[in-house]
């Protein structure tokens, strides 16, 4: 199973949004709503952010939120702040039951 | 508070084998599936292996299956990654982590607790 692929790197300003991308195919992101975003801090455990493409666990911020067309999921980040810069992974189930990760995008807040 | 806690990690020879431990506390531990999760240093995260609440169903990724094995003790609260055959590639960071649903048998493939991962360092 290959990896989903998103963008290596993106960036903003504070106050703005971005939106990362997350592409698959029909066997893992456009055949199943279990998409899932994960926010990383270099030596930190990973976060859940984003659930079944577009729901937030409780306590992550609304200014995070998901959205699926096709085989490609996104991520959008509204209202950056400077903590948001991390690295974001998405994951999805695939139809060989099993999980893949994208590569991840690194977040820098300008 | 939920919390996990990786163990086991250490340097080891290609070939060899080597145990990973997660203790699990602060919940339920029976109720909920859980996973392991590598991460090769200056890579992405990698999906390995997934068990479920009563350790009945195991899934694994390509790149692990027939080495490795995934198991848990619900009466220890306790998670096991038995890892056998090792590579230089399995050289990660591994972190056990917690299913988001709190359906039994039902799976949102989301991880919603990790603990602070265990260094497996495969080199001669």
């Known amino acids: 199973q290959s990896a989903l692929t998103q963008p290596a790197s993106v960036s903003g300003s504070p106050g703005q949004s971005i939106t990362i991308s997350c592409t698959g195919s029909s066997s893992d992101v456009g055949g199943y709503n279990y998409v899932s975003w994960y926010q990383h801090h270099p030596g930190k455990a990973p976060k859940l952010m984003i659930y079944?493409?577009?729901n937030r666990p409780s306590g992550v911020s609304n200014r995070f939120s998901g959205s699926k067309s096709g085989n490609t999921a996104s991520l959008t980040i509204s209202g950056l702040q400077a903590e948001d810069e991390a690295d974001y992974y998405c994951s999805s189930y695939t139809s060989s039951i099993q999980v893949v990760f994208g590569g991840g995008t690194k977040l820098t807040v300008l | 508070q939920v919390q996990l806690v990786e163990s086991g990690g250490g340097v080891v020879q290609p070939g060899r084998s080597l145990r990973l431990s997660c203790a699990a506390s602060?919940?339920?531990?029976?109720?909920?599936?859980m996973y392991w999760v590598r991460q090769a240093p200056g890579k992405g995260l990698e999906w390995v292996a997934l068990?479920?609440?009563?350790?009945?169903?195991?899934y694994y990724a390509e790149s692990v299956k027939g080495r490795f094995t995934i198991s848990r003790d619900n009466s220890k609260n306790t998670l096991y990654l038995q890892m056998n055959s090792l590579r230089a590639e399995d050289t990660a960071v591994y972190y056990c982590t917690r299913e988001y649903s709190t359906l039994k048998g039902y799976y949102y493939y989301a991880m919603d607790v990790w603990g602070q991962g265990t260094t497996v360092t495969v080199s001669s």
């Open positions: 602060g919940f339920t531990f029976s109720n909920y599936a």
């Open positions: 079944e493409v577009s």
């Open positions: 068990i479920s609440f009563d350790g009945s169903n195991t």
